[in-house]
């Protein structure tokens, strides 16, 4: 049920009988029969002639009396009088008018009308003086009104003093009046058409008999009448109300269920018609829609014709939700679904499945970022959308998916494995010729990962062909086939980039701070930012492991931007409350080479208005710097604009001695599993101390990170290394814990050991 009211259509189905309850479709209602109404007509019968009194002001009870007589003589069926009889003006008119009256016998009658819709009350009327029409019929005409006081039903009756009352249209369609309910007007009469003499005419004998004979004639004040609101007309006189009234009492069939329910068969209907369309697909989909649409715009107007009055409102409401929440949906996959290119992204390949007998193929561009770096970024979406033409041309692909960063997936006929690869190869050899971009060139590589593992559903291909095509790049492979033995990784690093963004949205990823304390004088004197993840459902995530994809996943500079903002904000805290205080930042080896880094790290100092000099950078030798004098010149500009170099993990990478040699360097830091063995292993204590020599020689501080216990810390003290860090001094903590050892240090605490 649940999963059923998250879809659009158990949402606009919810909504919509929600706002039924609160009559929120009356305006559409309304509209709707507006619109019919003004738009469908028909004259009003012949058998009812209005006879309008030019000049209700001087008639007098005699002149009334006449005017009855003459009409009398014309033999009318029935007449009625719809207009205030004037009496006591004088005994012998009134006698003369109570003559005419009695004259007519029964073919008279008094209509007592109530002057403002939905006013029933007994107030609302007032009743023909008794002893002028004595035993001659009253009808009433009373009609309930919709939320802007158009007139929509009456009832067929109307009590009045504890008597019942018959309605005129009752009457004048000649039905039962003891009949429960209401009855609807036939709102396609239009009003200009009832047939009307006026009485100067009638005295004037200006009137042919054939005009009144045999028809029920309603006298009244038109001028003087009340009118009302009448679908499709505005403003009608209440008479005309009262005639389209029989008409619809006429109609073949008699049906309502009411203003609330009356809407029900029609949203029902629509309802299962929008529920095939939904299970239905091509040509029949759009036929349930559309008949659906038909079926909301037509049939209520074409069953009231008959004298079925079913409201389209809550149709009407329902329609319009679900239109609105289908298209807003429809907008939103559309987004997400196409990359920044404008190309289909890989989600789109992942979301359907791919033609049987097909591999997944994912090829990644080398260096894709720096060519970005390097266009003006009108041009991105060329570059990728030229590498895409590339790739369709040699691949035979039709469409070509482009993910984040310069990763392109497509599904290709599964050849034998061996004329596969010849394939692909052939597909690298056309990555041979440089990319012409705007009038810049590119020299670039292009690596492919592959799934052939038909029996597997696309998305998981899509992540395995993704995952493969990054190890091909990272190891410098032209092809990789995906082994099986990745699958639980592959759909994490797919959608990493989504997870990150959230992550950093949400605070599941925030900034942790381990102190660093400086040896000589016992006193805390800087930290270190380390990016954590309390991942929601993988609970945290060591962040050298998050680091790794977020690098394969090309989303590391968002990262990284992301800490030395964070960082920047620490350290201006810090360094308000105190002496210089040194904040430290981890940088990604996939990050020193880049084009980039230096301008956008000169730019956040610039901006955030921090000395870069209290900014301590820690870069780690890893064998994953692609570019190695690019990397060296980024870090010497970042030196000469006053941020500080440490060299993180010493003794770990590959080249520390060479590093420390070629890179021009503040601080060292030395590996936590030298230090870790200081106080137990004699070569690790010959290393650490000739390391810490080594580095002072170099005008290098030392830093000992990951110290746990008492005894490591005073053998480092006694080596003369300058900083230590570690959890026996402090676990990397949230900033206002932090802040709060700060705090306790400068006020005169210092290390305990
Ligand atoms: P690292 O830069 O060498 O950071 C020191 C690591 O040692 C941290 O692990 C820290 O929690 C841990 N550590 C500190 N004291 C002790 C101790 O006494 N005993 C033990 N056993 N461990 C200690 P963490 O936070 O898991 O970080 C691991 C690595 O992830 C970091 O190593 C760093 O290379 C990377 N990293 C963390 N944050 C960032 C970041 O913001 N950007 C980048 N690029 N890398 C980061
Ligand atoms: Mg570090
Ligand atoms: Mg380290």
């Known amino acids: 049920m649940r999963q059923f009211l998250r879809t659009s259509f158990g949402m606009s189905l919810l909504a919509t009988l929600l706002l039924a309850m609160m009559a929120a479709g009356e305006p559409l209602a309304h509209t709707y029969w507006n619109v019919v109404f003004k738009n469908i007509h028909r004259s009003a019968p012949p058998s009812t002639v209005l006879l309008t009194i030019d000049d209700q002001h001087s008639l007098t009870s005699g002149s009334f009396a006449d005017l009855l007589e003459r009409l009398r003589r014309r033999m009318p069926r029935r007449v009625l009088i719809d207009a205030p009889l004037p009496v006591g003006e004088s005994d012998a008119g009134d006698a003369a008018l109570t003559r005419a009256v009695r004259s007519f016998g029964s073919d008279i009658a008094f209509i007592s009308r109530s002057d403002k819709v939905d006013n029933f009350g007994k107030d609302a009327f007032v009743l023909p003086p008794r002893q002028i029409t004595g035993s001659a019929e009253v009808l009433v005409s009373a009609w309930r009104g919709n939320f802007v006081l158009y007139a929509v039903s009456a009832p067929y009756k109307v009590n009045i003093e504890d008597r019942d009352y018959s309605t005129v249209s009752t009457a004048l369609a000649g039905v039962r009046s003891g009949i429960e309910g209401d009855y609807y007007p036939d709102f396609r009469i239009d009003p200009a058409t009832i047939p009307r003499l006026s009485s100067s005419e009638l005295i004037a004998g200006q009137v042919g008999a054939s005009n009144l004979t045999g028809r029920t004639v309603i006298v009244t004040g038109l001028s003087k009448a009340p009118s009302i609101l009448y679908f499709g007309h505005s403003y009608a006189p209440a008479i005309a109300l009262d005639i389209a009234g029989a008409e619809g009492l006429k109609a073949p069939f008699s049906l309502s269920l009411g203003p609330r329910l009356g809407s029900l068969p029609i949203l029902a209907l629509v309802v299962l018609l929008i529920w095939l369309g939904r299970l239905a697909a091509g040509w029949r989909k759009a036929a349930a829609y559309a008949t659906a649409v038909g079926v909301v ?133 056309l990555f041979a010729v440089p990319l012409l971009i705007g009038n810049h060139t590119f020299d670039t590589n292009i690596h492919f990962g592959l799934d052939r593992n038909e029996g597997l559903d696309t998305s998981t291909r899509v992540n395995s062909a993704l995952a493969s095509a990054n190890e091909a790049l990272a190891n410098g492979r032209a092809i990789e086939l995906f082994e099986a033995s990745r699958l639980a990784e592959a759909p994490w690093e797919l959608s990493l980039h989504a997870r990150i963004e959230e992550g950093l949205r949400n605070g599941d990823i925030w900034l942790a701070f381990q102190p660093q304390w400086n040896l000589k004088d016992n006193r805390m004197c800087g930290a270190e930012a380390l990016i954590r993840w309390n991942h929601p459902t993988r609970g945290p995530i060591a962040p050298d492991a998050f680091i790794l994809q977020a690098e394969r996943a090309g989303r590391i500079d968002a990262l990284t931007y992301w800490v030395l903002d964070l960082a920047i904000t620490a350290a201006l805290a810090l360094n308000a409350r105190g002496p210089r205080f040194q904040m430290s930042i981890n940088l990604s080896a996939q990050m020193v080479d880049k084009p980039d880094l230096v301008g956008n790290f000169a730019e956040a100092v610039r901006r955030r208005g921090i000395d870069p000099r209290l900014l301590t950078i820690e870069i780690t030798e890893t064998s994953s710097v692609r570019n190695r004098p690019a990397a060296c010149q980024n870090l010497a500009r970042l030196r000469e604009l006053g941020f500080r170099l440490s060299i993180d993990d010493f003794g770990t990478g590959e080249a520390s001695l060479a590093y420390l040699a070629d890179l021009p360097s503040d601080e060292l830091k030395i590996d936590r599993r030298f230090i870790d063995r200081v106080a137990t292993n004699p070569r690790d204590h010959a290393i650490v101390a000739n390391t810490i020599s080594l580095a002072h020689a170099l005008g290098q501080t030392v830093v000992a990170e990951g110290i746990e216990r008492p005894d490591t810390l005073a053998i480092l003290r006694s080596m003369g290394c300058d900083l230590a860090q570690g959890y026996l001094l402090g676990r990397p903590e949230t900033f206002a814990k932090l802040e709060k050892t700060y705090a306790a240090s400068l006020s005169g605490a210092v290390i305990q050991v």
């Not at 929440?325 to 992942?350: D, F, M």
């Not at 895409?388 to 599964?414: C, L, N």
């Open 297 to 429: 715009v037509l049939v209520p107007a074409a069953l009231r014709m008959q004298g079925i009055v079913f409201a389209p409102d809550n149709a009407l409401l329902f329609l319009g939700i679900y239109g609105t929440l289908r298209l807003w949906q429809k907008r939103a996959r559309r987004i997400q679904l196409t990359s920044a290119s404008g190309l289909p992204n890989l989600l789109a390949l992942a979301n359907n499945p791919v033609p049987v007998g097909s591999d997944v193929v994912v090829a990644v561009v080398a260096r894709y970022e720096e060519i970005l770096a390097t266009l003006p970024h009108d041009l991105h979406g060329e570059c990728a959308r030229q590498i895409a033409r590339r790739i369709a041309a040699g691949s035979g692909a039709e469409t070509i998916h482009h993910g984040d960063g310069g990763h392109f997936a497509w599904a290709e006929e599964a050849r034998p494995l061996d004329m596969q690869l010849d394939h692909l190869e052939g597909l690298r050899a």
